[in-house]
């Protein structure tokens, strides 16, 4: 894995604290969303710096943007963290 997909491959955390994303380098991933352990599970791929999802089983799909270190996906922003556990999505309410 090369350039701009290499960039994405982590845990990626909304900046609200709500959602998390986590790239895998095999192109899969698992998105969380605050009182859930798995909300979505599918592949995904880098075409330059635009980031595509795909989650087979549900029909979700989305794209988003990788710009000046934060990825813009569904209108939300999300960080690329270390070290930050599968669970970290936390209810905020």
């Given at each position: 894995?090369?350039?701009?997909?290499?960039?994405?491959?982590?845990?990626?955390?909304?900046?609200d604290?709500?959602?998390?994303?986590?790239l895998?380098?095999?192109?899969?991933?698992?998105?969380?969303?605050?009182?859930?352990?798995?909300?979505?599970?599918?592949?995904?791929?880098?075409?330059g710096?635009?980031?595509?999802?795909?989650?087979?089983?549900?029909?979700?799909?989305?794209?988003?943007?990788?710009r000046?270190?934060?990825?813009?996906?569904?209108?939300?922003?999300?960080?690329?963290?270390?070290?930050?556990?599968a669970?970290?999505?936390?209810?905020?309410?």
């Open positions: 894995m090369t350039g701009a997909a290499s960039d994405v491959v982590g845990v990626w955390l909304s900046t604290g709500r959602m998390r994303v986590d895998k380098a095999d192109g899969t991933f698992d998105e969380a969303r605050a009182g859930s352990a798995r909300t979505f599970h599918g592949v995904w791929r880098s075409d710096l635009r980031v595509h999802f795909r989650d087979p089983a549900t029909g979700y799909e989305a794209s988003g943007e990788l000046d270190g934060v990825l813009h996906a569904d209108g939300v922003e999300f960080r690329k963290t270390a070290g930050i556990s669970g970290a999505a936390t209810d905020a309410t």
